[in-house]
């Protein structure tokens, strides 16, 4: 507590203002050209009460004072990118925007806990195998049933091209 009792000293120069680097001659409020130092050494509490006004007046216009940036005007704002135009359009024709979000915040809440499932199962010991040779089991049925002979190869497309129709229902 002994530093409050110290005596300092508070200068405020109105008569020059710094302006990038340089001084110009604008002048403030006649007040705010200095204060004694604090507390007065021996004040009537009528200039007490002076001093306190111009210091409060000088701290309010400390805090008032507006900053303004150097440099170009503000570029201008980057165009939007054409795929965010395409889904903001489609989000304005969707008519239920409450049942659209809440699918898919249950999609995310699927897919963090089904990614919290692969992962537990994949610390079993021996079903991580077990599944790794059923998938390149029927990896290699599919590809022997579908692909290998052109007839098999030209009805899945023609299915594959039918459920595309079907989902996104273009023609």
């Known amino acids: 507590m002994a530093s409050s009792t110290t005596s300092l000293r508070l200068a405020i120069s109105s008569s020059s203002t710094l302006n990038d680097g340089r001084t110009t001659g604008a002048v403030a409020s006649p007040q705010c050209v200095s204060l004694p130092t604090l507390p007065p050494p021996t004040m009537s509490s009528q200039n007490r009460l002076q001093t306190w006004k111009t210091t409060t007046y000088c701290r309010k216009l400390a805090r008032n004072v507006v900053a303004m940036a150097t440099g170009d005007a503000p570029a201008e704002a980057a165009e939007t990118p054409e795929i965010v135009k395409t889904i903001l359009e489609a989000w304005d024709n969707v ?77």
């Open 95 to 171: 008519e239920d925007k409450y049942a659209v979000s809440s699918l898919a915040v249950a999609g995310v809440v699927a897919l963090w806990g089904s990614a919290g499932m692969i992962s537990a199962i994949d610390r079993l010991p021996l079903v991580p195998g077990v599944f790794e040779l059923v998938g390149i089991g029927y990896s290699g049925w599919f590809a022997y049933k579908n692909l290998v002979y052109k007839p098999d190869r030209q009805a899945l497309f023609q299915k594959i091209k039918e459920t595309y129709k079907d989902v996104i229902g273009k023609s």
